[in-house]
T-cell receptor
């Protein structure tokens, strides 16, 4: 079974402070990992995925297969980063189901 | 390009009533999904359809049925609504290139009294 764990329901940081949103997964095969974000009154949308290894809005995430983690990081938090963040997992290959974690609410304090 | 469209946006039902949530996508995606979002529970997969003509149960399928009417449309039916089904429901679809990247609808807020 595939499972995603986000241990923090709420993470509060001051503007300009570093951010790390934790994500651990359980899956025996070759996973695809994603971070999705939901800003207030907006639709859930993809933030980044491990395959593309890119930085979006200053966020990065590295897949650590040894620790089965995919933590989301940003060196300097901005107020506009306040949102709900979900880590998600699927099997590699197309047409797979996608499993989400319970989400972490990031609150950036001005 | 509307993306993923869900109807209705809001619905209030009484216990035991039935209703269908509609979802349509215009991106030629093969796979479609229904999730429910509850505080502290995140997004939980109810059903998904990997491609037209197939449907599979997710984590929380009890009390729901789905129909993949054609490639564009994937509906979710509550035959006899219960208060535990009060939630926000999201439909999503994923592109056919194999990346499993989801495009979400705006959500449908359902309250069962």
């Amino acid at each position: 079974a595939q499972r995603v764990t986000q241990p923090e329901k709420l993470l509060s940081v001051f503007k300009g402070a570093p951010v790390e949103l934790k994500c651990n997964y359980s899956y025996s095969g070759s996973p695809e990992l994603f971070w999705y974000v939901q800003y207030s009154r907006q639709r859930l949308q993809l933030l980044l995925r491990h395959i593309s290894r890119e930085s979006i809005k200053g966020f990065t995430a590295d897949l650590n297969k040894g620790e089965t983690s995919f933590h989301l990081k940003k060196p300097f938090a901005q107020e506009e980063d306040s949102a709900m963040y979900y880590c998600a997992l699927s099997r590699s290959g197309g047409y797979q189901k996608v499993t989400f974690g319970t989400g972490t609410k990031l609150q950036v304090i001005p | 390009n509307a993306g993923v469209t869900q109807t209705p946006k809001f619905q209030v039902l009484k216990t035991g009533q039935s209703m269908t949530l509609q979802c349509a996508q215009d991106m030629n995606h093969n796979s479609m999904y229904w999730y429910r979002q509850d505080p502290g529970m995140g997004l939980r997969l109810i059903y998904y359809s990997a491609s037209e003509g197939t449907t599979d149960k997710g984590e929380v399928p009890n009390g729901y049925n789905v129909s993949r009417l054609n490639k564009r449309e994937f509906s979710l039916r509550l035959e006899s609504a219960a208060p535990s089904q009060t939630s926000v429901y999201f439909c999503a679809s994923s592109d056919p290139t194999g990346a499993n990247v989801l495009t979400f609808g705006a959500g449908s807020r359902l309250t069962v009294l």
